[in-house]
Nanobody, 124 residues
Framework: QLQASGGGLVQAGDSLSLSCTAS????????WAWFRQRPGKEREFVAT????????GYADSVKGRFTISRDNSENTVSLQMTNLRPEDTAIYYC???????????????????WGQGTLVTVSS
């Protein structure tokens, strides 16, 4: 249902863009998010795009460096990552939930639809 792409190997300071496309449902009413799982760590929130008002939210660790955006006509959500750091190395997952507000938008257990994950590796 969700297809994530765009991961790869980059150097510290580089930029990378991830995309997530929904193939069998419409965007309307869905809130989207990106999560990541770093080696040996639990899955953590990265960014969210709220359907109700179009607002966005970011984890403190990526604020100012990452930007989430959505293209409703293409059923695609993107995560533009700049000034990447080695600690950004992780598998990145996109997720969607049929919930239009920001309540619980940062908790992975509140999302029922997930992409397969795409690996981002940042070398120092």
């Amino acid at each position: 249902q969700l297809q994530a792409s765009g991961g790869g190997l980059v150097q510290a300071g580089d930029s990378l863009s991830l995309s997530c496309t929904a193939s069998d449902f419409t965007f309307r009413g869905y809130t989207w998010a990106w999560f990541r799982q770093r080696p040996g760590k639990e899955r953590e929130f990265v960014a969210t795009h709220i359907w109700f008002d179009g607002s966005t939210g970011y984890a403190d660790s990526v604020k100012g460096r990452f930007t989430i955006s959505r293209d409703n006509s293409e059923n695609t959500v993107s995560l533009q990552m700049t000034n990447l750091r080695p600690e950004d190395t992780a598998i990145y997952y996109c997720a969607a939930r049929f919930h239009g507000t920001s309540d619980g938008a940062r908790a992975p257990e509140n999302y029922g639809t997930w992409g397969q994950g795409t690996l981002v590796t940042v070398s120092s």
